[in-house]
């Protein structure tokens, strides 16, 4: 058999299209049915992941990895790599394995000869390049529930949802704030908000590795900002060497009283593997620095700042809004830097709105909310609520474009049915509740409910819904 003239991404295209044909059979002989093929992942790991096989009569749920040959599940070193142990089918081109030792150790489903006679008009006419996003992820089993139903029902299920998500999401806040403390568990979660999806972990290690008992102690209880910064900045990693590096010229006088700081304070390099965000005002170097401002802001006590705020706005939620998202106060030179290297051509906020707006969406606001129902205030509850309901749009990550993807179509309707952040919430909390919990399985998802022709036929078959063959 001559090697696979096509890319992974083209066999990528070809399972996520199910262009299988009505029986196909693993290497082994075993029949393979499709209950769902599992979400496309753009990020690192397995291929697509998710997936609920039927492998003879067995029901398997767990990742899919594509290759042009089954060898290159060696060549690409995912033998002994964790974040495959839970591939439960490896689907190949060609299996050049002979069935040999260098056999991946899992069902391998071969493409060659098993897909429909369309899959090469198919190919004709898509260019891997350019497939749609929005065809990454297939419309749900309910798509055509959801394109039916009127928007203003569609919004008030949404806001629901969202609301639940909201609270649910305060209740964990409380609880971690009585297991460490609520100070130092707001800094936390704060601080992994300022991280958001690259470096969540690192910045949550840097306030666990610098506690706020130790900080109020080096610092004044927080006033002394120059030595807030030297310690957050040092402790991550983050104070160049002047001796070795380049330095812009506004900043050595400040970096050599950095280092003097920082070496007083006696504290250690945290072991942090900091990577590159998706835009470059996003850097580690520039989030640290406004995680320290925002520290000298509230005094190195947000819980205390977060109760002040809370109090002196609790009849007042456009105002308890506006006093959450206001910018931080950011003295020159830290918000012209890049970094200690470079200069922007113009400033720009440490921290900037799309980023408030997620801190307050997802820290400030739901535990302010979760503290209130816990003291039994009602006034300050209803409150945190309205702010809620006013936040408009937040930024969109990839559970947002999944979710819109299997429920909406087309999906640009979303630009009407989430006009703000408590539909958004709530149609991801919808997704995450049902599609992931479920594996996509739509016979086997209480939120579906199947509407019936006259003829009997459901009218949503053929319509998203798995084909019995794949």
Known sequence: MPHCPYSERFLQILWNERLLRAHPLCRDGTPLRILSG?????????????????????????????????????????????????????????????????????????????????????????????YPYAREISPGGCALQWALAEDEALKEILAAAGLARFQRHGRALLLRGWEAGQEQSLYE???????????????????????????????????????????????????????????????????????DRWWQSGFSRLPLAWKPGGRPLNNAFRRTLAAAFWLHQCQCRPWAWLSQLAQKHREAPRELLKAFMAPMAEASPWNQCLDFQHRLPRPAALLGEDRRRDLTQN???????????????????????????????????????????????????WHELLPGAPQQQGIMDIFQNFCLALDHCCGECPFQVWPRSEAGESLTAGFGCPRPGG
């Not at 979400?39 to 398997?60: H, I, K, S």
């Not at 120059?226 to 001796?243: H, K, N, Q, R």
């Not at 006013?390 to 979710?403: G, T």
């Open 38 to 130: 599992g979400l496309w992942n753009r990020g690192p790991g397995p291929d697509f992941t998710g997936a609920a096989l039927l492998l003879g009569e067995r029901l398997v749920r767990g990742d899919v990895e594509l290759h042009r040959r089954a060898s290159d599940w060696f060549a690409h070193g995912h033998e002994g790599d964790p974040a495959y142990q839970k591939v439960v089918l490896h689907v190949v081109w060609e299996d050049d394995s002979g069935g040999g030792i260098r056999s991946p150790s899992l069902p391998t489903l071969e493409l060659a000869g098993q897909l429909l006679p369309s899959w090469e008009g198919f190919l004709q006419r898509v260019e891997a390049a350019s």
């Open 189 to 259: 979660r704060a601080m992994e908000a300022m991280g958001y999806a690259n470096n969540r972990e690192n910045f949550l290690a840097l306030a666990q590795g610098l506690p706020l008992e130790q900080l109020r102690s080096h610092t004044e209880d927080g006033k002394d900002r120059e030595t807030l910064l030297a310690l957050l900045l040092g402790a991550g990693g983050l104070l160049p060497d002047p001796t070795r590096q380049t330095v812009l010229p506004a900043l050595r006088p400040w970096l050599r009283q950095a280092w």
């Open 363 to 413: 820290v400030l606001l739901p535990l302010l909310g979760a503290q209130a129902e816990e003291e039994g205030d009602a006034r300050l509850q209803e409150t945190v609520r309205q702010a809620w309901a006013m936040l408009p749009r937040l930024q969109e990550n990839h559970l947002l474009r999944k979710a819109v993807s299997r429920f909406l179509t087309p999906p640009s309707r």
